[in-house]
């Protein structure tokens, strides 16, 4: 067990989940779980995925964002997209009064922190350097932190290690750069694609609190590239096969989809291209 942050003794339930960019075709996520089983034989294990564009720390913090809510509380997430490995950035955990983030200060945790903030305050969020070498590998390779450092460290805390055993306690994270959606110069709102699903659907950084803000209701015009798509629709059966649609996605963002097809495809766009929207007749 653990003490969480604002005193309340919190109980890791077992459950730990994996999020990183090494791809299934060689044995790295294989290796961290044998790690993490070794220490820990009755964790369980739940593959969120590990198709992370690599080296990506914005589609990581998005993704962790979309999940970690759904799993009990007392959960440990453990998320290793690390550009920087080998280098002086730091390995943290960060713990809430519900679950316990572990990953590379890189900015991969930047959406979960703020959330936690904004949900509990300061007070009840603590983060942790992992700085003590008791809980790493004996062997510590400079390229594979998340086998050496990360896997056995999350394994020891699901096992009744203390947070507070794990290193220094910091004041905060590395927040990453992550764009927020602008008003452009004739109006409306510009945002970008942040991802694309394994559908072929543009997720965007806009949300409904920006809409709202920028007073744009369903009957908005979303433009991209060369094309425009007229209104807001609720699923993707309200156009037609084949048909543009943008609406509310499950994640809360605005999303841009082909009705049984990829709108990424469709219109030559991925991560990082510009997405517009404006009131209906006001373009």
């Not at 097809?261 to 291209?273: C, H, M, N, R």
Request: aromatic letters at 6%; proline letters at 5%; glycine letters at 10%.
């Amino acid at each position: 067990m653990q003490l969480a942050a604002d005193g309340e003794r919190m109980i890791h339930n077992g459950v730990i989940t994996l999020t990183t960019d090494f791809g299934i075709t060689d044995s790295y996520v294989g290796t961290m779980k044998g790690v993490m089983l070794r220490i820990a034989p009755a964790a369980r294990l739940v593959d969120i995925t590990h198709a992370i564009r690599p080296q990506n720390v914005q589609q990581a913090a998005y993704i962790l964002q979309t999940f970690y809510g759904y799993f009990p509380p007392g959960t440990i997430h453990l998320v290793v997209v690390d550009p920087g490995v080998g280098s002086q950035r730091r390995a943290i955990a960060l713990s809430t009064p519900e679950a316990t983030f572990v990953a590379p200060d890189n900015g991969v945790l930047t959406y979960a922190w703020r959330d936690a903030l904004d949900r509990w305050g300061a007070s009840a969020c603590a983060v942790y350097e992992l700085a003590d070498p008791r809980f790493w590998l004996t062997h510590v390779s400079h390229t594979f932190h998340g086998r050496d450092i990360f896997a056995p460290v999350v394994a020891h805390l699901a096992a009744g290690a203390s947070l507070d055993a794990l290193g220094p306690r910091l004041a905060s994270i590395v927040e990453a750069e992550l764009e927020q959606p602008s008003v452009g110069r004739t109006g409306g709102l510009i945002g970008r694609i942040i991802h694309v699903d394994h559908f072929g659907n543009c997720i965007t950084n806009i949300m409904p609190q920006h809409l709202e803000e920028a007073r744009l209701n369903d009957k908005l015009s979303v433009r991209i590239i060369d094309q425009r798509i007229m209104g807001l629709q609720h699923t993707f059966a309200d156009v037609p096969l084949g048909a543009l649609v943008a609406l509310i996605g499950s994640s809360s963002r605005l999303e841009l989809a082909v009705r049984n097809g990829s709108a990424a495809q469709t219109l030559g766009v991925g991560p990082g291209d510009i997405v517009r929207v404006y009131g209906a007749g006001t373009e």
